[in-house]
């Protein structure tokens, strides 16, 4: 099927019918709740191979660098899938898409269960990685359908905190069920799960308050809705947004925080630990606050990015010029914890994707805006990895620092461009525009005083 001659859903020009659902109601909640569930289904999925990793090298006989594979497979699947998940979803709806995500997931993780050999195996693990790629966005797409303007920012941020509990039961929980019932029964049971939960999405979820997704008679190619997308100033800023503050502490909560700290500073493991732990907890925290702060005063959302990509550039900098690369405890700790407010801090990129589209634009603006952050996320990881081999394999203090130059200098870039993405203009009387919702150049979409169909508060 062509997806250029899909039609496009038609905007919803007129509030929700009488039998519709108010914005923000019971029922917008229940929605939220169940999307916000099949986004922790994803997450388990995502994390579930990281406990399971000793258990899979006995299983088909590899060794480490093949186990790697399926990391890095699931990953290259998730980005390469952001933008045509962005596409389907605004052509689809995200009902459809949720419940196809949750069924292509259940499908990889019982092939991951029965697999005993690598060629299986990797193709479970893809096919978990396409239904995660098909979850976040069209959960972004739920929100900004059901809730009022001044709630998608703050339900953002509790999407991504519900993420996070997702990982949380993908560890201990996982490995119990791994050492009592066996590798089988524990990722068939998975999977089941996920396709129980797929007939809970589509009996409850629905596209719109109003009832399904209206759809219009006009047909535009996907290459016409991708150019109208990226030309709004709004996009262009929330995906370098998303590029300088999501990717860094992904870089050190994933991979190579724990060797800095304890091989290249000499840190002792538990104190360790113990930072990342604080780095991981600190989202929870100073997500729904940003989110609360960017719902409740939009104008403020761009000087709030502005200080938060210029402290992250800034503190990256010093670890990497710091002399003789040995960054003391403190400083190293308040490295971490930067870099999660930074994370925290990235939920509001799709906030200013959203205000700069038409909503039948929503899912792939969020697409692009997504492949900012994961895209610096995978370069900055593997470039360290190569740099450290490059530097003789040594994990020490100036390893590190040529180790670490890669995302320094990526973060720097994001946060100039954000600065001047959304600087204040004089044209517009010193208001933000990005922040008004009013971008340049692209479509225009109005500031609050007169918000769009979707944006009634």
Do not use: C
């Amino acid at each position: 099927m062509n997806p250029a001659v899909l039609t496009a859903p038609r905007t919803i020009t007129s509030a929700p019918k009488a039998t519709g659902h108010p914005l923000g109601g019971r029922r917008a909640w229940s929605v939220w709740a169940v999307a916000a569930t099949v986004y922790l289904t994803a997450f388990f999925h995502r994390t579930s191979l990281g406990v399971a990793s000793l258990a899979a090298q006995q299983r088909f006989g590899i060794d480490a660098t093949a186990l790697s594979t399926f990391a890095i497979l699931q990953l290259g699947v998730y980005m390469a899938m952001q933008i045509p998940s962005g596409v389907m979803a605004d052509r689809f709806g995200p009902r459809r898409m949720l419940g196809i995500a949750l069924l292509i997931m259940a499908l990889g993780e019982a092939l991951f269960a029965f697999a005993t050999t690598m060629p299986l195996a990797v193709l479970g693990r893809a096919l978990v990685g396409l239904g995660d790629a098909l979850t976040f966005i069209n959960v972004i797409r739920l929100i900004a359908s059901w809730f009022p303007r001044r709630r998608f920012a703050l339900l953002i941020a509790l999407t991504g905190m519900t993420g996070a509990l997702g990982q949380i039961v993908g560890t201990a929980p996982l490995s119990a069920a791994l050492r009592a019932f066996g590798w089988t029964p524990t990722f068939l049971g998975v999977g089941l799960v996920s396709g129980l939960l797929s007939i809970v999405v589509w009996w409850w979820v629905r596209d719109h308050p109003g009832g399904p997704m209206e759809r219009s008679i006009a047909r535009t190619s996907v290459l016409t809705d991708l150019r109208a997308v990226f030309a709004a100033r709004g996009t262009r800023a929330g995906l370098w947004t998303h590029f300088a503050t999501m990717a860094s502490f992904m870089v050190l909560a994933t991979l190579w925080g724990y060797p800095y700290l304890v091989e290249g500073l000499g840190m002792a493991p538990g104190t360790a630990r113990l930072v990342l732990t604080a780095g991981a907890a600190t989202p929870m925290v100073a997500s729904p606050l940003i989110g609360w702060l960017g719902g409740r005063r939009p104008d403020l959302r761009g000087r709030l990015i502005i200080g938060v990509t210029g402290v992250l550039a800034v503190a990256w900098l010093i670890a990497i010029t710091w002399p003789g690369g040995h960054l003391p405890g403190p400083l190293a700790g308040g490295l971490v914890l930067i870099s999660a407010v930074g994370s925290a801090a990235s939920m509001l990129a799709f906030d200013f994707a959203r205000d700069a589209n038409p909503p039948h634009r929503g899912g792939i603006a969020s697409g692009l805006v997504n492949v900012g952050g994961f895209s610096a996320a995978v370069t900055g990881s593997l470039s360290a990895g190569m740099l450290l081999d490059a530097t003789g394999g040594h994990y020490n203090a100036g390893a590190f620092q040529v180790a670490f130059l890669p995302i320094t200098a990526m973060v720097v870039i994001g946060a100039v461009r954000v600065a001047l993405l959304l600087r204040r203009r004089p044209a517009d009387g010193g208001r933000d525009q990005v922040s008004r919702g009013r971008t340049s150049p692209g479509p225009a979409v109005p500031p609050p005083a007169a918000p769009l169909p979707m944006d009634r508060r």
